[in-house]
Structure formats: structure tokens, C-alpha cells
């Protein structure tokens, strides 16, 4: 399939505090690229007749309604193909796999959110039937906030579990390398997250994980995909969007606080990673809750 070709990493913008991450949004076309990320995600789209969507080795043309839990790290995206219609509804739930531990999962009432999160990693597909009893809810989620979206959401993930007719979507539970279990990336990713708003060399880079220039660019570029100045904008436009959705700040301040000195550069890699201006993507979101 060429859409495999070129996969992508997304950067969550999902802090180490947070609980969720809801996004809300009413688009008129689809157009972000595949990609993977080791946050779990709950898509609920409507109005999305025609919509092709792709979750691991499984691609399927969805109805009206369509509500798939993806597990970590398994590739997904939803591609507009040849749905016409200019209004459609869509709410990403994200969350960090390690949110409920172990030991909370292994209590007998959480036997079925546990079994569920096992099956996520081939991509669930839950029945119509299922995404329309819950269809209510889960757009009320985006106006929620504190205590109320929290437990919201885990109620909804309690009542998905024990639904009828879920499907699993990939035969297999793709698994790229774990951009995570390396120690020098997990340093390195620490790192950015601290520093992102700070200049940050390359070589201050390398030194980080005791690695030479030459070999840093090789390092990152093999466990990411990407360069490291790729890779520090992208996790830069990740808060950067975050910023223009979640606070009314103008969008030069926004540029300088995420470590762009140039508002034309800020603007410019803005529109290479969201395929849209500053302006534009803060205009298109209906909403968008942080839980902390």
C-alpha cells in the first residue's frame, strides 16, 4: 500500500501530568498523514460516509458513524477518499498507555478494561449500534473539564468494553521500534520536553547522550526518522498548537515562547507540520481539554 510508504511519528501534546487529552473538531476534510504515537486513542468520527480508514494492515471504507480504539504504537490514520461531506464531527481521545497501573488493571472489575486495552493493539472497531448509544456523550466530553471529564471518560471506556460486536481490525499488531526504549532517547526525549523553548544545539545534543555529531545525526535519524532539527520542531509545534487552541496569547508570543526566534520561520514549519497556517489551525478546533 503506498500510504505505508511514509509513516509518521506523532508528538502528543499530552504532558507526563495529564490524564486525557480530547480534541474536537469539525472539518471538512481529512489530511494528516499515517502515523503511530505510544498514547492510546479513541477516535469517534460523524458524518464521515466514505471516509477511508487505515489501522494497521486493515483499510476500510466507514459508514456514518465510526468509533475505533487504537492501541500503542499501531499505525492509523483516516483519509478523506471520496466522503463529500464538508461537516464532519470529529473527537480524538488520547491518553498515556501506563495511565491505569498494573495493579489497578488486575482488580476483577477492571478485568474488562484490561482485555480491551490487550485487544487495542490490533485496533477495535466498535458496532454501530454501540457508537450511536454513546454518540451523546462522548461529544459532551470536549465541555467538560476537572473530575467530571475524567471520570466521563473512564466511564466510557468501562462501557466499551463490555459492548457487543467489537471487531479487531489488524491481523497483526504492527509494532515499530519503540521510540521510547532506548535510554539515550528517553534522555534525549526528556530533554526537549524541559528545553523546547530554549535553543538547543546540536552538539549540546550529542553531548547529552555522549555521542559524536556525526553520530548523533545517524542515531536520531535511524530511532526517529527524522533529523534533530525535524524532530525539535515538530515536538516545538506540538506545544505551539496546544498554545493556540488552549490560550489566548497572540500568535508571535505563541512563535517565542515555543523557541522560535523568527515569526516567518515559526509560521513556516507550522505550515510544513500542520499543513495549515497558525491562524487556520487555531480557527479550525471546536475545542480541545486538558485534564490534568
Given at each position: 500500500m503506498d500510504i505505508l510508504k511514509k509513516i509518521h511519528r506523532e508528538i502528543v501534546t499530552l504532558s507526563p501530568e495529564d490524564s486525557f487529552l480530547v480534541e474536537d473538531r469539525t472539518k471538512e476534510y481529512f489530511d494528516y498523514p499515517i502515523h503511530y504515537h505510544p498514547e492510546m486513542e479513541l477516535n469517534f468520527v460523524l458524518n464521515g460516509k466514505n471516509v477511508r480508514r487505515t489501522i494497521g494492515d486493515s483499510m476500510e471504507i466507514i459508514d456514518d458513524i465510526d468509533l475505533v480504539l487504537v492501541g500503542p504504537n499501531l499505525?492509523?490514520?483516516?483519509?478523506?477518499?471520496?466522503?463529500?461531506?464538508?461537516?464532519?464531527?470529529?473527537?480524538?481521545?488520547?491518553?498515556?498507555?501506563?495511565?491505569?497501573?498494573?495493579?489497578?488493571?488486575?482488580?476483577?472489575?477492571?478485568?474488562?478494561?484490561?482485555?480491551?486495552?490487550?485487544?487495542?493493539?490490533?485496533?477495535?472497531?466498535?458496532?454501530?449500534?454501540?457508537?450511536?448509544?454513546?454518540?451523546?456523550?462522548?461529544?459532551?466530553?470536549?465541555?467538560?473539564?476537572?473530575?467530571?471529564?475524567?471520570?466521563?471518560?473512564?466511564?466510557?471506556?468501562?462501557?466499551?468494553?463490555?459492548?457487543?460486536?467489537?471487531?479487531?481490525?489488524?491481523?497483526?499488531?504492527?509494532?515499530?521500534?519503540?521510540?521510547?526504549?532506548?535510554?539515550?532517547?528517553?534522555?534525549?526525549?526528556?530533554?526537549?520536553?524541559?528545553?523546547?523553548?530554549?535553543?538547543?544545539?546540536?552538539?549540546?545534543?550529542?553531548?547529552?547522550v555522549n555521542l559524536s555529531n556525526v553520530s548523533f545525526n545517524r542515531f536520531i535519524k535511524r530511532r526517529t526518522g527524522k533529523t534533530f532539527v525535524d524532530y525539535l520542531n515538530e515536538v516545538r509545534i506540538g506545544y505551539a498548537s496546544k498554545f493556540l487552541i488552549e490560550r489566548d496569547l497572540g500568535i508571535s508570543e505563541i512563535a517565542f515562547i515555543c523557541g522560535f526566534n523568527s515569526i516567518a520561520n515559526f509560521n513556516r514549519v507550522f505550515k510544513k507540520n500542520k499543513k495549515r497556517t497558525p491562524t487556520q489551525y487555531r480557527n479550525d478546533f471546536s475545542g480541545i481539554k486538558r485534564v490534568l
Open positions: 499505525y492509523h490514520v483516516w483519509e478523506q477518499h471520496e466522503c463529500e461531506n464538508k461537516e464532519i464531527r470529529e473527537v480524538t481521545i488520547q491518553f498515556h498507555n501506563d495511565l491505569f497501573d498494573d495493579s489497578f488493571l488486575h482488580r476483577s472489575v477492571m478485568r474488562p478494561i484490561k482485555e480491551m486495552f490487550d485487544r487495542s493493539a490490533h485496533g477495535i472497531l466498535f458496532s454501530k449500534e454501540t457508537s450511536m448509544a454513546l454518540k451523546d456523550r462522548i461529544l459532551k466530553v470536549p465541555k467538560m473539564g476537572g473530575m467530571d471529564n475524567f471520570m466521563e471518560i473512564f466511564s466510557i471506556l468501562y462501557d466499551l468494553s463490555i459492548s457487543r460486536n467489537q471487531r479487531l481490525l489488524s491481523t497483526l499488531s504492527v509494532q515499530p521500534i519503540n521510540f521510547e526504549s532506548s535510554n539515550k532517547i528517553k534522555a534525549l526525549y526528556e530533554f526537549v520536553q524541559k528545553n523546547y523553548s530554549k535553543k538547543i544545539t546540536l552538539k549540546e545534543a550529542a553531548e547529552l
